[in-house]
């Protein structure tokens, strides 16, 4: 098995075990080993959708593996920025300072009825504007 500091991966055993994914496999062992993702209960579960709370979460991650300047917001800050969201309450606890950061380096932001949707899936289109809003800071 192939340990980091300690730490088993989830995917080379997902892997061993014949639940691959193919030529993902690979990049995301690379991005587990640095940090940018990891499992849920145990499994990185390859097939299932992200939602906008996980993807700003590994966005976030990457950027500051990237070595771009992604300060976090202090708790306070955190609470008021997603407070100012009808659902920002419901921002998982693992991803409210990641989230509260993309919202505000204006990375991400609220739909036409002023929600976040933090545990809805983040579309295509979506990811594509956030990637470009990075790209273009």
């Known amino acids: 098995l192939a340990t980091k500091q300690g730490k088993i991966s989830s995917s080379l055993i997902q ?3 014949g639940v691959g994914y193919g030529k993902a496999a690979k990049f995301i062992d690379i991005m587990e080993e640095l940090g940018i993702v990891s499992g849920y209960n145990g499994y990185f ?3 299932d959708p992200v939602t906008r709370e996980q993807a700003v979460v590994m966005l976030k991650k990457a950027m500051e593996v990237a070595g ?3 300060s976090s ?3 306070a800050i955190s609470v008021a920025l997603l407070d100012a969201y009808g659902d920002g309450s419901k921002v998982s606890n693992y991803a409210r300072s990641a ?7 204006g990375i991400l ?3 036409e009825k002023g929600n976040l949707n933090p545990q809805k899936p983040m579309r295509r ?3 594509a504007v956030v990637l470009h809003k990075v790209m273009t800071m």
């Not at 509260?100 to 380096?105: E, G, L």
């Open 45 to 47: 579960n390859p097939n």
């Open 68 to 70: 771009r300047s992604v």
């Open 15 to 17: 892997r061993k075990i």
């Open 109 to 111: 932001s609220g739909d």
């Open 125 to 127: 289109a979506e990811i």
């Open 73 to 75: 917001s202090s708790r």
């Open 99 to 105: 989230m509260a950061t993309m919202v505000r380096m």
